[in-house]
């Protein structure tokens, strides 16, 4: 896959930033691609870029209009269509990464087709993906698992490639969702491969490597969230992972989407993780925690990390408000 760029964002009518985080992801770690964002009446989202027309993103440069919602069950809202019809025919290609496939909108295909236009729907896994066979590879891998989902494994990952790169280290960011491919422009989309092959399509995209070189293997779901630990037993077993970090939201009382089911500890799902992670390397291990402390005040934050520090008896970091240098230490 090679999308074009820059990119146009497409924040539609996002209730909210979190409807809008696959944009915000993007925008954060990809700022350079970015020429502006385009809103729909109703968007209550902002990534902090010039809002465009289409015809004001393609004066500015834009090649592809990105889909950067992330609604509930990952559908092309109706009432878009027109904007993105508009926007092929305003030559921009389109790039999404919602179940509710591009190229399965009638409209959208046709005027794709007619104009040699390109639809690129990331969530489509590649055909001939294999088995897992849990075989030892070379190189090492880290990887993010969370006490929920959406509480900042994808942020952690590409936070701690970055400041291994800084370091003058080798490390690569290994994407497994939608907005993780829409940053690196490559990966897995680990949600819409059939289950026998998560763990080979891991596999594929962590192959062997520098015995100096770390792949920082994005997370997904939470091995106790009743919805997503099938897809997180799945890319625990195909990372093969030499070291863990535990990512948590504080202030949340129960898991997402489920009321009725409240957050477990993080040592409940260290254990988990770890138990499952030995089957593929028996040397794996915690190294750090990762905070998302986007909800307290920095006073709440510093007395949060430190609790955890004690708690675990390992570094714990926000990588918004101190950045991981002291997980990077430990891999060092």
């Known amino acids: 896959m090679s999308l074009a760029t820059p990119y146009l964002l497409f924040l539609g009518d996002a209730p909210d930033m979190l409807a809008a985080k696959v944009a915000l992801g993007v925008k954060q770690w990809r700022p350079e691609n970015c020429v502006g964002q385009m809103k729909l009446d109703g968007c209550k989202a902002d990534c902090g870029l010039k809002d465009m027309t289409i015809s004001e993103g ?14 509930r069950g990952g559908v092309i809202g109706p009432h878009w269509v027109a904007a993105l019809k508009e926007a092929l025919e305003a030559g ?33 896994p590649a055909p001939g993906l294999p088995i897992g066979n849990g075989a030892k590879r070379s190189g090492k891998r880290l990887l993010p698992v969370g006490t929920d989902c959406s509480c900042g494994k994808m942020y952690t990952a590409l936070a701690l490639e970055e400041e291994m790169r800084a370091r003058g280290r080798k490390a690569t960011f290994r994407a497994t969702g939608q907005t993780g491919i829409l940053i ?6 680990l949600d819409a491969v059939v289950a026998d092959f998560i763990s080979g399509a891991i596999e594929t995209i962590c192959p062997d490597n520098d015995d100096d070189h770390w792949d920082m293997v994005e997370g997904q779901g939470s091995l106790m969230h009743p919805s997503f630990a099938g897809v997180t037993m799945g890319l625990i077993h195909g990372a093969q992972p030499d070291a ?25 799902v260290m254990e988990a993780s770890l138990a499952a992670a030995k089957l593929t390397n028996p040397a794996a291990k ?4 990762s905070i998302n402390t986007h909800a307290l005040s920095p006073e709440q934050a510093q007395a949060e990390l430190a609790r955890v520090e004690d708690m675990l008896g390992l570094p ?3 990588p918004v408000r101190t950045g991981v ?4 230490d430990v891999l060092e």
């Not at 240098?325 to 990077?328: G, P």
């Open 58 to 71: 393609v004066a500015a440069g834009a090649k592809t209009l990105l889909i950067g919602v992330a609604n």
């Open 92 to 124: 921009l290609d389109l790039a999404a990464g919602l179940h509710n496939r591009l190229a399965d909108v009638p409209e959208l295909a046709e005027t794709a087709r007619r104009l040699g236009r390109t639809l690129h729907d990331v969530r489509v």
């Open 184 to 189: 690196t422009g490559e990966g897995v989309p």
């Open 244 to 268: 863990l970090v535990i990512c948590h939201e504080p202030t949340r009382t129960h898991m997402r989407g489920l009321p009725h089911y409240p957050i477990p500890s993080m040592q409940d």
């Open 286 to 289: 915690f190294v750090g925690a």
């Open 316 to 318: 714990a970091v926000d």
């Open 325 to 328: 240098s002291a997980i990077v």
